[in-house]
C-alpha cells in the first residue's frame, strides 16, 4: 500500500518496507509544505521518488573478502597498539601469543566466511591444552570476529555458538608451605625467585612473565601488577 496526502499543510508518505524478519512496517515521511510544490502532479513525482528509493533492509550485504590473518593484522594494528590503555599489557601479550601459536596457524587461510562453529568446537577439544587456556583461544577468536563486525569487514559470530568449558578436569595440588620451602632449596636464584613472588602473592601466571624491576617499589613495599 503506497499514498501520498496532506496533514495540517504538511505532505506525507506513507511507506510499506519488509523488514529482515518477514514482517510489514508502516512508516511515514514527510517531503514537505503545500507550499514548497506548485501543483499536486509535482508532490506525487517527488514521492514516487522516495517510495522507489530501497531501505538499508533491502540492500544486499557483501562481507568484505578477508582472511583470518588479515584480520589478525586488522585487529593488532587497532587494537593491541602499545600507546593502547584499553587493554592491560598482559592481556595483549597473551593475545598477540595465542594469536602467533594456535590460531594463524590453523585459521590464517580461512576466509571470514569459512569458519564454521563446529569446525571450531571440534578443533578446541583436539588441543593439547588446559581447558582454560581452550576457552581462551576460544575467546580471542570471538573477539576477533565482533572486531571485524565493528569494523563493518563482516557481518555475523560463528563463534558465539562455539561451547568451550574453562572448569578445570581435576582438582589442583596445593602445596603446603614445607613443601614450597622444599622445592625454593632446589632451584636456581632466578627461578627461586618466580616461585617465592608466585607462593606468597597467587598472582597469575601471565601476570609473573609480565613482572619489570620497574614494577617493583621497595621503598614502600608494593608491587603494581598489570
Known amino acids: 500500500m ?75 594494528h587497532r587494537e593491541l597498539a602499545r600507546d593502547d590503555n584499553w587493554r592491560s599489557y598482559s592481556t595483549r601479550r597473551n593475545y598477540e601469543f595465542n594469536l602467533r601459536k594456535w590460531i594463524i596457524p590453523r585459521w590464517g587461510n580461512y576466509a571470514l566466511g569459512e569458519v564454521r562453529t563446529i569446525e571450531v568446537e571440534s ?36 563463534i558465539k555458538l562455539v561451547r568451550q568449558s574453562a572448569k578445570r578436569r581435576a582438582a589442583p595440588n596445593v602445596l603446603a608451605p614445607a613443601e614450597i620451602k622444599l622445592l625454593l632449596d632446589h632451584l636456581d636464584l632466578r627461578e627461586r625467585t618466580l616461585v617465592l613472588v608466585a607462593a606468597s602473592t597467587g598472582l597469575r601466571q601471565s601476570e609473573l612473565f609480565a613482572l619489570k624491576w620497574g614494577d617493583i617499589d621497595f621503598s614502600q613495599g608494593t608491587m603494581n601488577v598489570m
Open 123 to 158: 578443533w578446541l577439544r583436539s588441543l593439547p591444552l588446559a581447558r582454560s587456556s581452550c576457552a581462551k583461544i576460544r575467546n580471542l577468536m570471538s573477539v576477533l570476529f565482533n572486531h571485524a563486525w565493528r569494523y563493518e569487514l563482516f557481518d555475523r559470530n560463528p
Open 2 to 76: 503506497k499514498r501520498s496526502k496532506a496533514w495540517s499543510g504538511r505532505l506525507a508518505v506513507s511507506m510499506v518496507r519488509n523488514s529482515g524478519n518477514g514482517q510489514r512496517v508502516y512508516r511515514k515521511r514527510v517531503i514537505g509544505t503545500v507550499e514548497q510544490y506548485s501543483d499536486a502532479v509535482e508532490a506525487r513525482r517527488f514521492a514516487a521518488g522516495i517510495l522507489a528509493m530501497p531501505s538499508p533492509a533491502d540492500l544486499p550485504t557483501k562481507p568484505v573478502a578477508m582472511t583470518i590473518a588479515e584480520l589478525g593484522q586488522h585487529f593488532q
